[in-house]
């Protein structure tokens, strides 16, 4: 059964910091991974994708990586805002079916 | 292009009521996900839908909770008799049919609150 962790579950770091989230997932059989962003009653936005063949995925100042047989993914945030505030999910999609199974999520909170 | 339609964005039901939750895909999408994030949880798959078929229910509550993907219309997700513990979001997603499994569209949710 595929379990997905994220790592920290909270994160609060200074305006202008790179950071790194982490996200692991027990069963490497993974279709895809992505990740979300959440902000607070809000819905879903999608940031990165990354197919599993892939190692990893930019966009603007958002970097994710993959390294599927280890079962890790990480999202590079470059020079933070306050407004990246949000909550981060990871996802993965298995190879044998078609849904998204969930990491709890870090909540990044980026102080002026 | 519109995105991924959730209604109602918030909804109010009384214990054992009905709770009735849309979702229109994004045009020429024919394949449909409903996940539930329970308070301070993370998101856990409930049911994927084709239209007119339910692909994998294995996430839905045995009793209560029933879903359905017309020919014509939205989603439906149809929480009888609710009780508190039904509180909160469901989001819904979508994809095309000839890349299901390669990404997801999030709607913004509805949130269900059971008083």
């Known amino acids: 059964k595929q379990e997905v962790t994220q790592i920290p579950a909270a994160l609060s770091v200074p305006e202008g910091e790179n950071l790194v989230l982490n996200c692991s997932f027990t069963?490497?059989?993974?279709?895809?991974l992505q990740w979300f962003r959440q902000d607070p009653g809000k819905g879903l936005t999608s940031l990165l994708l990354?197919?599993?063949s892939q190692r990893e995925q930019t966009s603007g100042r958002l970097n994710a990586s993959l390294d599927k047989s280890s079962g890790r993914s990480t999202l590079y945030i470059a020079a933070s805002q306050p407004g990246d505030s949000a909550t981060y999910l990871c996802a993965v999609r298995g190879d044998s079916n078609y849904q998204l199974i969930w990491g709890a999520g870090t909540k990044l909170i980026i102080k002026p | 292009n519109a995105g991924v339609m959730q209604n109602p964005r918030h909804l109010v039901r009384r214990r054992g009521q009905e709770a009735r939750l849309r979702c229109s895909p994004m045009?020429?999408?024919?394949?449909v996900y409903w996940y539930r994030q329970l308070p301070e949880e993370g998101l856990k798959f409930m049911v994927y839908?084709?239209?007119?078929?339910?692909?994998?229910e294995s996430g839905m509550p045995k009793e209560r909770f029933s879903a359905e993907f017309p020919k014509e219309g939205p989603s439906i997700l149809r929480i009888q008799q609710v009780v508190r513990g039904d509180s909160a979001a469901y989001f819904c997603?979508?994809?095309?049919?000839?890349?299901?499994?390669?990404?997801?569209?999030f709607g913004q949710g509805t949130r269900l609150t059971v008083v």
């Open positions: 997603a979508s994809s095309p049919p000839a890349v299901p499994r390669d990404s997801a569209f």
């Open positions: 990354i197919q599993s």
């Open positions: 069963d490497s059989a993974i279709y895809n």
């Open positions: 045009k020429g999408h024919s394949h």
């Open positions: 839908l084709q239209k007119e078929n339910i692909i994998d």
